[in-house]
């Protein structure tokens, strides 16, 4: 029971134990309080609980609200799981610290010199002390990685280390993160999250400030460039929608660099480039977060489509720098662990500072017998780790199965001693209990040294399995505060205040890759708007009381649906509709399908994925409304789906209009903007071109009932009949949805917008006369501004189709070729292909 130095127990620590055999982070023992918690209870000390837990809820939804979430890696295409910040920090005294860190860069120099040496001159192999099997049987150890005769060349830059505490209260590490280190940038959210949550107790607490170690993490990265001052550092992150994509872009724009994926990145003679608007722009340094194995497919994969062909040759000639390089993640595997410290005497002359938890190598006769004398008290894992890849099936294997498994292939395995990591109390809203932590620290190189983090990514979960399975349990995390012993310095990445700031102008160092996303996005938001009106139209005809052969237009709109791949062909066919289902059965299945291409479902899917994808370079309010327009596009367990629908579809549609308000009013216009801009125009040319076609050329609705449909889901109803009451006639119709350029939706209107986005786009200034887009854009609006209306809606109802059709054809055949246009000149980089040359 805590002791009576508590004041505040009862206001937030009332019936919290720790768990029994496990070191408590805030009560000793004797039930004391620890010396790092007594700062935090005085600053809470006239917080009231009902206070807290509200403080606490707005933190949580603030994350929620920024999309902070971690897909399930057991299956990616499963809604993401919201990412979880507890109400309690985890305090640690700055001495206590000190101590952590000092061990921490040993660790991380000692895991580089080994590094440097398995991929050079292997001269602990040789000499050794390293058995050489433990090297070369690893899955993960590749040629292409090894530089044996080259200068060394630090290899590790970013190091990550997950520790736990023993139950005797010392740190000890759990594992080495050398590929990629992810958590950082969760770490920062969890900090500025607690700062809204806790401001005045941060500050009385005096918490060390995470920015020193994003200032080092900048300054090495630039080091390793030719030219530091104008060094290109590019952010290589996975595929958007990866377990990282959210803090690849949280920490690309927070740091000031480009946001790539390997498609963005292009070798051309040895040299690396990004894909911009204006062509090649060189790189300097790449801060990747891909395995290593996937960044060069002509070297390391095979698939195709993943890394940057030809990357490893730049690497080599030293055009370009590489974090951390590739091979790195050689040392994450637990095998490397039983050698560590014998290594470290080797190398550093010194024991290791922090041990590592105890491992033994199965590979060698010794120790494989000490660990079948106890397989039952020890935790059995592979010897090699690749990432992505969990061993929690060894958690349900009897001790005569793992000893089986252990002399089939004892090199494969190794064994370690169960840690019961430490406890603390977490808030769940009303309660208190205890959880178990591990901390993930971080550290970057800083000269002859390393830089630590002040604090980490703690993670919490309610049991002590494998760390690799803590997520998938639905964990929660915890902000590491590190207690300053004096003033804490302001120290942050935003530029002081009365430094003096060179104005500028968006300009078109934007990736293709980006840009090309954007152009999508608009024509994705258009397709959907236009698919959600005219779904919304047949379902509120089918719903109203007038029986449903007493509406004219419904048979057409219908057919509409049809021929845009909607519903089943078959509902147009007065023999085959008989025998099927009544459509107000199987329209909202067909609206909610996401498997079928062209669905609303779908639609709004892809939507939503094209916007991840540029998630850095949209406004939290944009984000905020596709994220929500996704999640609550739904099918729902209801009686009456397809009212359920009708609801669900009007809701999409309202959030559509926020968007496109969104997009006219609260987007900078920068080049970002005008692609988006362009493919909403050409999207919507198309989509009312198709509309045209189907309701009156292909479908002879040229009554009052079929053009006011038209008109319904062109939204231009209300425009047409203030101005011809309800007097609906082909010619006017056709002159309002195609001619009119006073009309926001009308073909005229896009293709005047069409026009001046192709004449504003970049371009090579060498380049005479006008570019394929602008001749295209241009023509399409020549031909439409000579189109003339009635004598084309005269000569329809006089039984001649052709002059409509012929526009029509056109159109439909001009707008796809813009489109490409606009592709080939901007979104793709193709150069002639390239031997890799040997040095």
């Given at each position: 029971m805590p002791g009576s130095d508590l004041r505040v127990d009862?206001?937030?620590?009332?019936?919290?134990?720790?768990?029994?055999?496990?070191?408590?982070?805030?009560?000793?023992?004797?039930?004391?309080?620890?010396?790092?918690?007594?700062?935090?209870?005085?600053?809470?000390?006239?917080?009231?609980?009902?206070?807290?837990?509200?403080?606490?809820?707005?933190?949580?939804?603030l994350l929620q609200q920024n999309s902070l979430a971690y897909p399930d890696p057991r299956d990616p295409r499963a809604r993401r799981h919201p990412w979880e910040l507890d109400a309690f920090p985890l305090v640690i005294q700055a001495e206590e610290w000190r101590e952590v860190a000092a061990a921490l860069k040993q660790r991380a120099t000692l895991l580089d010199m080994v590094l440097q040496d398995l991929l050079g001159p292997q001269r602990l192999i040789r000499e050794g002390h390293l058995p050489a099997e433990v090297v070369f049987r690893h899955p993960g150890f590749l040629l292409p990685y090894c530089r044996p005769d080259a200068t060394?060349?630090?290899?590790?830059?970013?190091?990550?280390?997950?520790?736990?505490?023993?139950?005797?209260?010392?740190?000890?590490?759990?594992?080495?993160?050398?590929?990629?280190?992810?958590?950082?940038?969760?770490?920062?959210?969890?900090?500025?999250?607690?700062?809204?949550?806790?401001?005045?107790?941060?500050?009385?607490?005096?918490?060390?400030?995470l920015a020193p170690y994003?200032?080092?993490?900048?300054?090495?990265?630039?080091?390793?460039?030719?030219?530091?001052?104008?060094?290109?550092?590019?952010?290589?992150?996975?595929?958007a929608g990866s377990a990282n994509y959210f803090e690849d872009a949280f920490l690309a724009r927070y740091l000031g660099y480009t946001l790539a994926e390997a498609g963005d990145l292009a070798v051309?003679?040895?040299?690396?480039?990004?894909?911009?608007?204006?062509?090649?722009?060189?790189?300097d340094v790449l801060m990747r977060r891909p395995n290593s194995e996937n960044c060069d497919p002509l070297e390391l994969s095979d698939a195709s489509s993943m890394g940057v062909a030809g990357l490893l040759q730049s690497l080599r000639s030293r055009n370009a720098a590489i974090a951390n390089g590739l091979g790195s993640g050689l040392l994450e595997s637990p095998i490397f662990m039983a050698f560590l410290p014998r290594l470290a005497e080797t190398l550093l002359s010194e024991p290791l500072k922090m041990p590592n938890v105890a491992t033994w190598w199965c590979g060698d006769p010794k120790s494989r017998k000490y660990v079948l004398s106890r397989v039952s008290e020890l935790a059995i894992r592979p010897a090699y780790r690749r990432r992505g890849v969990n061993d929690s099936r060894l958690l349900e294997l009897s001790r005569s199965e793992l000893t089986a498994m252990i002399e089939a292939h004892p090199t494969a395995y190794v064994a370690q001693e169960r840690v019961r990591r430490s406890t603390a109390p977490v808030w769940s809203g009303q309660d208190v209990t205890h959880s178990y932590i591990s901390l993930r620290a971080f550290a970057v190189s800083s000269g002859d040294s390393f830089?630590?983090?002040?604090?980490?990514?703690?993670?919490?979960?309610?049991?002590?399995?494998?760390?690799?399975?803590?997520?998938?349990?639905?964990?929660?995390?915890?902000?590491?505060?590190?207690?300053?012993?004096?003033?804490?310095?302001?120290?942050?990445?935003?530029?002081?205040?009365?430094?003096?700031?060179?104005?500028?102008?968006?300009?078109?160092?934007?990736?293709?890759?980006?840009?090309?996303?954007?152009?999508?996005?608009?024509?994705?938001?258009?397709?959907?708007?236009?698919?959600?009106?005219?779904?919304?139209a047949v379902a509120l005809r089918l719903t109203s009381e007038q029986d449903a052969?007493?509406?004219?237009?419904?048979?057409?709109?219908?057919?509409?649906?049809a021929e845009l791949g909607q519903i089943e062909p078959g509902y147009v066919v007065d023999e085959i509709k008989v025998q099927m289902p009544a459509l107000e059965k199987l329209l909202p299945a067909a609206v909610f399908d996401e498997k079928t291409p062209g669905t609303l479902r779908a639609t709004v899917a892809n939507l939503a994925q094209l916007a991840a994808t540029v998630r850095d370079l949209l406004s939290l309010d944009t984000w905020r409304i596709i994220r929500e327009m996704n999640d609550e596009f739904q099918p729902t367990a209801s009686d009456d789906g397809f009212l359920d629908m009708l609801v669900k579809v009007d809701g999409l549609l309202a959030g559509l209009a926020a968007l496109t308000g969104q997009f006219a009013e609260g987007m900078t216009r920068t080049h970002a903007w005008r692609f988006l801009d362009f493919g909403r125009r050409l999207e919507r040319t198309l989509q009312a071109s198709q509309l045209i076609r189907a309701v009156v050329a292909e479908g002879g609705g040229t009554d009052a009932a079929a053009l006011e449909s038209l008109l319904e889901v062109s939204d231009s109803l209300m425009t047409y009949r203030s101005r011809y009451y309800s007097r609906f006639q082909l010619g006017a119709v056709l002159d309002l949805l195609m001619t009119d350029e006073t009309n926001p939706r009308s073909m005229a209107f896009q293709l005047v917008e069409c026009t001046s986005h192709a004449a504003q786009l970049p371009r090579e200034s060498i380049v005479p006369g006008q570019m394929t887009e602008e001749r295209l854009a241009a023509s399409l609006l020549h031909l439409i501004r000579r189109v003339d209306p009635l004598a084309i809606a005269r000569a329809y109802e006089s039984g001649d189709e052709e002059p409509l059709d012929s526009l029509l054809t056109t159109i439909d055949s001009s707008l796809p070729k813009l489109s490409d246009a606009v592709s080939h000149h901007y979104f793709f980089h193709s150069g002639p292909a390239q031997r890799l040359a040997r040095d």
């Amino acid at each position: 029971m805590p002791g009576s130095d508590l004041r505040v127990d009862a206001k937030l620590f009332s019936g919290y134990s720790g768990a029994e055999g496990s070191y408590d982070e805030v009560f000793s023992d004797k039930g004391e309080l620890r010396p790092a918690w007594r700062r935090f209870i005085d600053a809470t000390e006239g917080l009231p609980r009902a206070e807290f837990g509200r403080r606490w809820e707005q933190a949580q939804r603030l994350l929620q609200q920024n999309s902070l979430a971690y897909p399930d890696p057991r299956d990616p295409r499963a809604r993401r799981h919201p990412w979880e910040l507890d109400a309690f920090p985890l305090v640690i005294q700055a001495e206590e610290w000190r101590e952590v860190a000092a061990a921490l860069k040993q660790r991380a120099t000692l895991l580089d010199m080994v590094l440097q040496d398995l991929l050079g001159p292997q001269r602990l192999i040789r000499e050794g002390h390293l058995p050489a099997e433990v090297v070369f049987r690893h899955p993960g150890f590749l040629l292409p990685y090894c530089r044996p005769d080259a200068t060394p060349q630090q290899v590790l830059h970013v190091y990550g280390a997950d520790v736990a505490r023993s139950p005797d209260g010392r740190w000890w590490v759990l594992d080495d993160r050398c590929e990629s280190p992810s958590g950082a940038g969760f770490a920062l959210q969890n900090r500025i999250a607690m700062s809204r949550m806790l401001p005045d107790v941060i500050h009385e607490c005096r918490v060390e400030r995470l920015a020193p170690y994003f200032i080092s993490f900048q300054e090495h990265l630039a080091r390793l460039a030719p030219d530091r001052e104008r060094a290109r550092v590019v952010w290589l992150s996975q595929l958007a929608g990866s377990a990282n994509y959210f803090e690849d872009a949280f920490l690309a724009r927070y740091l000031g660099y480009t946001l790539a994926e390997a498609g963005d990145l292009a070798v051309r003679q040895n040299k690396l480039y990004l894909k911009t608007l204006a062509g090649l722009s060189p790189v300097d340094v790449l801060m990747r977060r891909p395995n290593s194995e996937n960044c060069d497919p002509l070297e390391l994969s095979d698939a195709s489509s993943m890394g940057v062909a030809g990357l490893l040759q730049s690497l080599r000639s030293r055009n370009a720098a590489i974090a951390n390089g590739l091979g790195s993640g050689l040392l994450e595997s637990p095998i490397f662990m039983a050698f560590l410290p014998r290594l470290a005497e080797t190398l550093l002359s010194e024991p290791l500072k922090m041990p590592n938890v105890a491992t033994w190598w199965c590979g060698d006769p010794k120790s494989r017998k000490y660990v079948l004398s106890r397989v039952s008290e020890l935790a059995i894992r592979p010897a090699y780790r690749r990432r992505g890849v969990n061993d929690s099936r060894l958690l349900e294997l009897s001790r005569s199965e793992l000893t089986a498994m252990i002399e089939a292939h004892p090199t494969a395995y190794v064994a370690q001693e169960r840690v019961r990591r430490s406890t603390a109390p977490v808030w769940s809203g009303q309660d208190v209990t205890h959880s178990y932590i591990s901390l993930r620290a971080f550290a970057v190189s800083s000269g002859d040294s390393f830089e630590v983090m002040p604090g980490g990514l703690a993670r919490v979960s309610a049991t002590l399995g494998p760390l690799d399975m803590s997520l998938l349990e639905g964990e929660r995390s915890k902000d590491t505060w590190v207690l300053s012993e004096g003033p804490v310095s302001s120290v942050t990445l935003l530029i002081a205040a009365d430094e003096p700031l060179a104005l500028r102008r968006g300009g078109v160092d934007l990736p293709s890759r980006a840009a090309e996303h954007f152009f999508w996005l608009g024509r994705q938001s258009v397709r959907a708007e236009t698919l959600g009106k005219l779904i919304r139209a047949v379902a509120l005809r089918l719903t109203s009381e007038q029986d449903a052969e007493r509406i004219p237009e419904l048979q057409l709109l219908i057919r509409v649906l049809a021929e845009l791949g909607q519903i089943e062909p078959g509902y147009v066919v007065d023999e085959i509709k008989v025998q099927m289902p009544a459509l107000e059965k199987l329209l909202p299945a067909a609206v909610f399908d996401e498997k079928t291409p062209g669905t609303l479902r779908a639609t709004v899917a892809n939507l939503a994925q094209l916007a991840a994808t540029v998630r850095d370079l949209l406004s939290l309010d944009t984000w905020r409304i596709i994220r929500e327009m996704n999640d609550e596009f739904q099918p729902t367990a209801s009686d009456d789906g397809f009212l359920d629908m009708l609801v669900k579809v009007d809701g999409l549609l309202a959030g559509l209009a926020a968007l496109t308000g969104q997009f006219a009013e609260g987007m900078t216009r920068t080049h970002a903007w005008r692609f988006l801009d362009f493919g909403r125009r050409l999207e919507r040319t198309l989509q009312a071109s198709q509309l045209i076609r189907a309701v009156v050329a292909e479908g002879g609705g040229t009554d009052a009932a079929a053009l006011e449909s038209l008109l319904e889901v062109s939204d231009s109803l209300m425009t047409y009949r203030s101005r011809y009451y309800s007097r609906f006639q082909l010619g006017a119709v056709l002159d309002l949805l195609m001619t009119d350029e006073t009309n926001p939706r009308s073909m005229a209107f896009q293709l005047v917008e069409c026009t001046s986005h192709a004449a504003q786009l970049p371009r090579e200034s060498i380049v005479p006369g006008q570019m394929t887009e602008e001749r295209l854009a241009a023509s399409l609006l020549h031909l439409i501004r000579r189109v003339d209306p009635l004598a084309i809606a005269r000569a329809y109802e006089s039984g001649d189709e052709e002059p409509l059709d012929s526009l029509l054809t056109t159109i439909d055949s001009s707008l796809p070729k813009l489109s490409d246009a606009v592709s080939h000149h901007y979104f793709f980089h193709s150069g002639p292909a390239q031997r890799l040359a040997r040095d």
